[in-house]
């Protein structure tokens, strides 16, 4: 069993930076993907990586946010950049069960993801 947990959430003001860490235990996942989700929104998909380096962002997030893998500690970052008060929400680390398929990891449809962590508060002010 995939156990995911998240940490690095704070708050901060308007063009600063936070860096996120996922941990994952039980195996390493090929696709990991970072999703968040503001009150009263869906959850949406944020930024996702395989263990061969291939990446994926959301288009909000192109050119602020990079997510990076450490395969020797099973972790996953986001680093976070130019946040915005659109950016604040629950930022939640996520694995599907087919890691194999590039597609569904890219793509970043909640749906498709089995495994989650509890997720990690993002507060950014004006």
């Known amino acids: 069993q995939l156990r995911l947990v998240e940490s690095g959430g704070d708050s901060v003001e308007s063009g600063g930076s936070l860096r996120l860490s996922c941990v994952a235990s039980?195996?390493?996942?090929?696709?990991m993907g970072w999703f968040r989700q503001a009150p009263g929104k869906e959850r949406e998909g944020v930024a996702s990586s395989d263990n061969t380096g291939r990446t994926s962002y959301v288009h909000a997030v192109k050119g602020r946010f990079t997510i990076s893998r450490d395969n020797a500690t099973n972790t996953m970052y986001l680093e976070m950049n130019t946040l915005k008060p659109e950016d604040t929400a629950m930022y939640f680390c996520?694995?599907?069960?087919?890691?194999?398929?590039?597609?569904?990891?890219?793509?970043?449809?909640?749906?498709?993801?089995?495994?989650w962590g509890q997720g990690t508060q993002v507060t950014v002010s004006s």
């Open positions: 996520a694995a599907p069960e087919d890691g194999e398929n590039w597609y569904l990891c890219a793509t970043l449809e909640a749906e498709d993801f089995a495994y």
């Open positions: 039980g195996y390493r996942p090929n696709c």
